[in-house]
C-alpha cells in the first residue's frame, strides 16, 4: 500500500487549498482514509477519515465546518478541502489508511504517506 500526498503550499488566513492523496498498492474497499497533521513542536493529531465503502466521514472539532473530506474512486485518491484557514492550521499534513472501522486514533492506521506541508500567513 503506498499513499502520496500532495497539494500543501503558503497560503493567507482565510483562503482555502486542497491537499491530494493518491492510493496505490492495492483496492480500497473496506479501507478507511485519514487526514493527520501535525504542527511544528506537537503531537501528530486527526483532522478527518472517509470510510471508503459508505462515505461515512469524522472530523475533528477543530475543523468542522471548515475541512471536507472526500474520495475519488476512480481516480483512487482521498481529497481534503481546506477552507476558511487559520494560522493555527498550519502543519504537515498526513494521508494514512486503515482497514475496517473508522477511528480518530492515529495508532489505529497501519500504512502512512508522506506528508505535505501548509503553511497559513495571518
Known amino acids: 500500500v503506498q499513499l502520496q500526498a500532495s497539494g500543501g503550499g503558503s497560503v493567507q488566513a482565510g483562503d482555502s487549498l486542497r491537499l491530494s492523496c493518491a492510493l496505490s498498492?492495492?483496492?480500497?474497499?473496506?479501507?478507511?482514509m485519514g487526514w493527520f497533521r501535525q504542527a511544528p513542536g506537537k503531537e501528530r493529531e486527526f483532522v478527518a477519515a472517509i470510510n471508503w465503502n459508505n462515505y461515512n466521514t469524522i472530523y475533528a472539532d477543530s475543523v468542522k465546518g471548515r475541512f471536507t473530506i472526500s474520495r475519488d474512486n476512480a481516480k483512487t485518491a482521498v481529497y481534503l478541502q481546506m477552507s476558511s484557514l487559520k494560522p493555527e492550521d498550519t502543519a504537515v499534513y498526513y494521508c494514512a489508511t486503515r482497514y475496517g472501522s473508522i477511528y480518530d486514533k492515529r495508532y489505529e492506521y497501519d500504512y502512512w504517506g508522506q506528508g505535505t506541508l501548509v503553511t497559513v500567513s495571518s
Open positions: 498498492g492495492r483496492t480500497f474497499s473496506g479501507y478507511v
